[in-house]
């Protein structure tokens, strides 16, 4: 199911002002999604605003939901809430310097209340490990650990990581991309690494057991991992951050060995 880009659409109302629609608004995203390029807004996704209104996703800062621009491409549109009072320009400037590192999605355009983003395909984190090999999860984690980590050094602080779960995406080519930047922030110690490897390798749960039982990881392996972040966050300097970074590569791939 799809809804057109035109100011007689009530569900379109409702999905471009959630949670407090005004036509006064409404005419204005029109405006918005028109001079963005966007013809059709596509009813795809495991959330629902209401009734029938399927969306990608739905948080405190905003609505995400699929849809098609001028050219037929498949985008995601990041759709600011009408009660959540920042702009969302910062976000996706942040988030445009992480995609050139293929740690993000990539961003089309913007305004101040809606985000043109590349529609990635996949599924998040836990969904995606709980039906996953050992060999594949291996593969993830590393890949996930370096994005982290370029985060890091391009000085973004994600701030959500230790929420994963709901920020990674895994791809069928199996590839994961961060997302979400909305709390994101330009900073000098950033703690994404430290931030990705607690939730993915330290903290416990069933997510976590099978990531540890697919790295070989035991309790004195946690205690090692746990030492080797708090020399990454003593650093002083990117040349002691990078020798942290590949000493925790190295004792995880030592495991992976055995």
Not at 164 to 193: Q, V, W
Request: hydrophobic share 35%.
């Amino acid at each position: 199911m799809s809804i057109k880009i035109q100011e007689d659409n009530e569900k379109l109302k409702i999905i471009l002002c959630y949670p407090y629609p005004t036509q006064r608004e409404f005419k204005r995203r029109i405006r918005e999604l028109q001079d963005l390029g966007i013809r059709e807004i596509l009813l795809e996704g495991e959330k629902r605003i209401v009734d029938d209104l399927k969306v990608l996703g739905k948080g405190y800062e905003a609505v995400v939901v699929k849809a098609k621009d001028r050219n037929g491409r498949i985008v995601a549109l990041k759709i600011k809430r009408v009660d959540y009072p920042k702009s969302m320009v910062k976000e996706a400037e942040i988030t445009k310097i992480a995609s050139k590192e293929n740690i993000a999605p990539k961003i089309y355009a913007y305004t101040d209340n809606i985000i043109v983003r590349e529609y990635i395909e996949g599924k998040i984190l836990v969904d995606w490990v709980k039906k996953a090999s050992e060999n594949e999860i291996r593969k993830i984690i590393f890949k996930i650990i370096e994005k982290a980590y370029k985060l890091d050094k391009l000085g973004i602080n994600h701030k959500e990581l230790s929420r994963a779960p709901k920020h990674i995406i895994i791809t069928e080519e199996m590839e994961p991309y961060i997302i979400d930047f909305g709390a994101a922030s330009k900073s000098d110690k950033p703690k994404n690494l430290t931030s990705i490897t607690q939730y993915l390798l330290i903290r416990k749960g069933e997510i976590q057991e099978k990531i540890r039982k697919a790295l070989n990881l035991t309790e004195k392996d946690i205690e090692q991992i746990i030492s080797i972040l708090r020399e990454y966050k003593r650093a002083k300097n990117p040349n002691e951050k990078e020798k942290a970074y590949k000493g925790l590569l190295q004792y995880l791939q030592s495991k992976i060995k055995l």
